[in-house]
């Protein structure tokens, strides 16, 4: 059975950096193309970053520069290192399997002073 387990969340202050994680197992990880999204109360879940097979990578507007998202085949595990952290990326953030369309449990981030 398909199954991610996140991990990274938690209180950050303002221009710090926090790393996710997020271990895929029940699917063939190297072959599915992952990401992240991110929902902040009273909003829309909003892609945040995506990684394909072959590594290409897509990032909201919102987050380029600042984020980048990384896989480890070996490792089944999807990242997203996080630096430069504004009061704004506060939200909980989802792992996702395109294929599958599976979400992961969700991780809290919260950047405030």
């Known amino acids: 059975q398909l199954q991610l387990v996140e991990s990274g969340g938690g209180l950050v202050q303002p221009g710090g950096s926090l790393r996710l994680s997020c271990v895929a197992s029940g699917i063939t990880f190297s072959i599915n193309t992952m990401g992240w999204y991110r929902q902040a109360p009273g909003k829309q879940r909003e892609l945040v970053a995506k990684i394909a097979p072959g590594g290409s990578t897509n990032y909201a507007d919102s987050v380029k520069g600042r984020f980048t998202i990384s896989r480890d085949n070996a490792k089944n595990t999807v990242y997203l290192q996080m630096n430069s952290l504004k009061p704004e990326d506060t939200a909980v953030y989802y792992c996702?399997?395109?294929?599958?369309?599976?979400w992961g449990q969700g991780t809290q981030v919260t950047v405030s002073s």
């Open positions: 996702y399997v395109w294929f599958t369309k599976y």
